[in-house]
């Protein structure tokens, strides 16, 4: 069906390429692309209008090449014309993919960049303290990814809002986003105050008392940050869903120099040690939250503005996060449970643990850029006025071989810099071997991550949300199990890392074969689980 008034908006991922074939044209008849000018195809002469995007899958692009009469064969010359057109096409996705993602990485990267620039710094003056940044770390930064559910919300009910553009309504969801996260920060604050000492020694389980003091100092200086965290991770999320990465990442970026700053006056100059450390994390995430506010005031709303939400608006948002809620905890969980199963192994164990995790957690998040951009761009491709399975596929397709570049790179580096220059860290010779022995396990646990991260953005954006959950959820308590009877049997950090290594390509295992099964969502025969007017009422 041809239709010369409507006009469609399509995203800027996915360029519009000439029509050079009758093979092409079907192809524009199946993805809504447009027909060129004054060329006579099959029966019908085209007028440079656009084909009505296919909401309904094969019947009705078979119906469409019935209607035109459009001939299926074409020789060899014309196969080898498309596949050039295929293989350009992915090439110029994965370049806009890469400038989409880069100032997104930067932003990823700055939070781990602290905790790391802490670890680098206490190393270099005492081993307990070090010890003590294990348990420390998983209480303030670990947490803090609990809240990540804020973070998906918020990008998600703003883009729909601004989809419709409705920029009111986007205004009043920021702000009670903004109360809630508000709301969460001063909830946590004043847990950490009460309840911090009790959540350390558990950690620990009454044992490598020595660390205790310094741990405690730890949360408790970096406690007092998390309403200004969880507020600027709605604004950052909030410009992420407007398309805006570089507002974002100068401020982390900024925050980032002032702990790195803050850490080597307060910790090689002055002697402060760990407090010194929180101190500086903690400066530099209060300017950060501030700075991410300013940004989105510049794109035309109120970062300061707070609304009480409605018993509804609060369902709403439940629904929306609580799968999310429930992936994000139990990820967490798992990785503080191996922390746990470590502080159990003497002081050494727990400070090798620490190095290793710490340069893991800071690799990991290079994939997190790609998870987003397919929470970005994938939606309209897979379900609504635009969805279009076939350029959904391309895009996955992208996203898989950047990831698995990636994956191989990050493992290489990050296996080289605790292997070859272990003094970045420590000087202690116990310290060293031990993270020695964790390589091979550290290099297969981050070369997926990745991948994994690109196929868990898409099921994220096509609203698999309890798949997903039950995968994350499932996934922690098969390796929990795991990580008790090795710890048990005395196979020591080595086994914990195997267990990490089972983790991450089960996940990656489960997500590949659910888009690619025959009922999944990247399936022509596959429903769509959304239509337009449920996705406009979120």
Same mark, same amino acid.
Request: aromatic share 10%; glycine share 8%.
């Given at each position: 069906?041809?239709?010369?008034?409507?006009?469609?908006?399509?995203?800027?991922?996915?360029?519009?390429?000439?029509?050079?074939?009758?093979?092409?044209?079907?192809?524009?008849?199946?993805?809504?692309?447009?027909?060129?000018?004054?060329?006579?195809?099959?029966?019908?002469?085209?007028?440079?209008?656009?084909?009505?995007?296919?909401?309904?899958?094969?019947?009705?692009?078979?119906?469409?090449?019935?209607?035109?009469?459009?001939?299926?064969?074409?020789?060899?010359?014309?196969?080898?014309?498309?596949?050039?057109?295929?293989?350009?096409?992915?090439?110029?996705?994965?370049?806009?993919?890469?400038?989409?993602?880069?100032?997104?990485?930067?932003?990823?990267?700055?939070?781990?960049?602290?905790?790391?620039?802490?670890?680098?710094?206490?190393?270099?003056?005492?081993?307990?303290?070090?010890?003590?940044?294990?348990?420390?770390?998983?209480?303030?930064?670990?947490?803090?990814?609990?809240? %990540?559910?804020?973070?998906?919300?918020?990008?998600?009910?703003?883009?729909?809002?601004?989809?419709?553009?409705?920029?009111?309504?986007?205004?009043?969801?920021?702000?009670?986003?903004?109360?809630?996260?508000?709301?969460?920060?001063?909830?946590?604050?004043?847990?950490?105050?009460?309840?911090?000492?009790?959540?350390?020694?558990?950690?620990?389980?009454?044992?490598?008392?020595?660390?205790?003091?310094?741990?405690?100092?730890?949360?408790?200086?970096?406690?007092?940050?998390?309403?200004?965290?969880?507020?600027?991770?709605?604004?950052?999320?909030?410009?992420?869903?407007?398309?805006?990465?570089?507002?974002?990442?100068?401020?982390?970026?900024?925050?980032?120099?002032?702990?790195?700053?803050?850490?080597?006056?307060?910790?090689?100059?002055?002697?402060?040690?760990?407090?010194?450390?929180?101190?500086?994390?903690?400066?530099?995430?209060?300017?950060?939250?501030?700075?991410?506010?300013?940004?989105?005031?510049?794109?035309?709303?109120?970062?300061?503005?707070?609304?009480?939400?409605?018993?509804?608006?609060?369902?709403?948002?439940?629904?929306?996060?609580?799968?999310?809620?429930?992936?994000?905890?139990?990820?967490?969980?798992?990785?503080?449970?191996?922390?746990?199963?470590?502080?159990? %192994?003497?002081?050494?164990?727990?400070?090798?643990?620490?190095?290793?995790?710490?340069?893991?957690?800071?690799?990991?998040?290079?994939?997190?850029?790609?998870?987003?951009?397919?929470?970005?761009?994938?939606?309209?491709?897979?379900?609504?006025?635009?969805?279009?399975?076939?350029?959904?596929?391309?895009?996955?397709?992208?996203?898989?071989?950047?990831?698995?570049?990636?994956?191989?790179?990050?493992?290489?580096?990050?296996?080289?810099?605790?292997?070859?220059?272990?003094?970045?860290?420590?000087?202690?010779?116990?310290?060293?071997?031990?993270?020695?022995?964790?390589?091979?396990?550290?290099?297969?646990?981050?070369?997926?991550?990745?991948?994994?991260?690109?196929?868990?953005?898409?099921?994220?954006?096509?609203?698999?949300?309890?798949?997903?959950?039950?995968?994350?959820?499932?996934?922690?308590?098969?390796?929990?199990?795991?990580?008790?009877?090795?710890?048990?049997?005395?196979?020591?950090?080595?086994?914990?890392?195997?267990?990490?290594?089972?983790?991450?390509?089960?996940?990656?295992?489960?997500?590949?074969?659910?888009?690619?099964?025959?009922?999944?969502?990247?399936?022509?025969?596959?429903?769509?689980?959304?239509?337009?007017?449920?996705?406009?009422?979120?």
């Amino acid at each position: 069906m041809l239709i010369k008034s409507q006009r469609l908006n399509f995203s800027p991922l996915f360029p519009q390429t000439p029509i050079k074939s009758h093979q092409t044209l079907i192809r524009c008849l199946r993805t809504g692309d447009f027909v060129p000018t004054r060329r006579k195809l099959g029966l019908i002469t085209t007028v440079a209008t656009p084909i009505l995007p296919v909401v309904t899958g094969r019947k009705d692009n078979l119906h469409a090449r019935n209607c035109v009469g459009v001939d299926r064969e074409t020789d060899d010359g014309e196969k080898e014309e498309e596949e050039e057109l295929v293989k350009e096409s992915v090439w110029e996705q994965m370049k806009e993919i890469v400038k989409f993602t880069g100032p997104a990485m930067g932003m990823w990267i700055c939070g781990p960049l602290m905790s790391l620039i802490d670890t680098v710094v206490v190393g270099q003056g005492s081993s307990f303290e070090l010890a003590a940044l294990g348990p420390g770390t998983v209480l303030c930064d670990h947490m803090s990814y609990v809240f %990540m559910f804020l973070s998906v919300a918020t990008s998600n009910m703003v883009a729909t809002s601004l989809a419709k553009q409705d920029k009111e309504e986007a205004q009043h969801r920021i702000s009670v986003l903004l109360f809630i996260a508000l709301v969460c920060g001063l909830m946590m604050l004043l847990l950490t105050r009460l309840f911090g000492p009790w959540a350390i020694t558990a950690f620990t389980r009454g044992k490598n008392i020595e660390i205790l003091p310094a741990a405690n100092t730890y949360i408790q200086i970096r406690g007092l940050a998390w309403p200004f965290i969880l507020v600027g991770l709605v604004a950052q999320s909030a410009s992420l869903g407007m398309k805006n990465s570089w507002g974002p990442l100068k401020s982390l970026a900024a925050a980032t120099v002032i702990n790195g700053l803050g850490d080597t006056i307060l910790c090689l100059f002055l002697g402060q040690g760990i407090a010194g450390a929180a101190w500086a994390t903690t400066a530099s995430q209060v300017v950060s939250a501030f700075m991410m506010m300013d940004s989105l005031n510049k794109e035309g709303y109120n970062a300061y503005s707070f609304a009480v939400p409605t018993p509804q608006e609060l369902w709403k948002i439940t629904t929306l996060a609580a799968p999310v809620f429930i992936s994000i905890l139990s990820k967490i969980s798992f990785y503080s449970f191996v922390i746990y199963c470590a502080s159990s %192994m003497g002081t050494h164990v727990l400070a090798a643990h620490q190095v290793m995790s710490q340069t893991f957690r800071m690799c990991n998040v290079w994939g997190e850029p790609l998870s987003q951009t397919a929470q970005s761009f994938m939606p309209e491709l897979l379900y609504g006025a635009n969805r279009n399975l076939p350029k959904a596929k391309s895009l996955l397709k992208s996203l898989m071989i950047i990831g698995a570049t990636l994956g191989l790179i990050l493992g290489v580096i990050g296996t080289t810099v605790p292997g070859l220059f272990p003094g970045v860290y420590t000087h202690d010779k116990v310290i060293i071997n031990e993270m020695h022995r964790l390589l091979i396990p550290f290099f297969l646990a981050l070369s997926v991550m990745p991948m994994a991260a690109s196929l868990e953005g898409t099921l994220l954006a096509g609203r698999d949300l309890k798949f997903v959950s039950s995968v994350m959820s499932s996934s922690f308590v098969i390796g929990s199990l795991t990580l008790t009877f090795l710890t048990r049997s005395g196979y020591g950090l080595l086994g914990c890392w195997f267990v990490l290594v089972g983790f991450q390509w089960g996940r990656f295992a489960m997500h590949l074969r659910r888009l690619l099964s025959p009922g999944g969502m990247l399936s022509f025969d596959a429903p769509s689980p959304y239509t337009a007017e449920k996705i406009r009422s979120i």
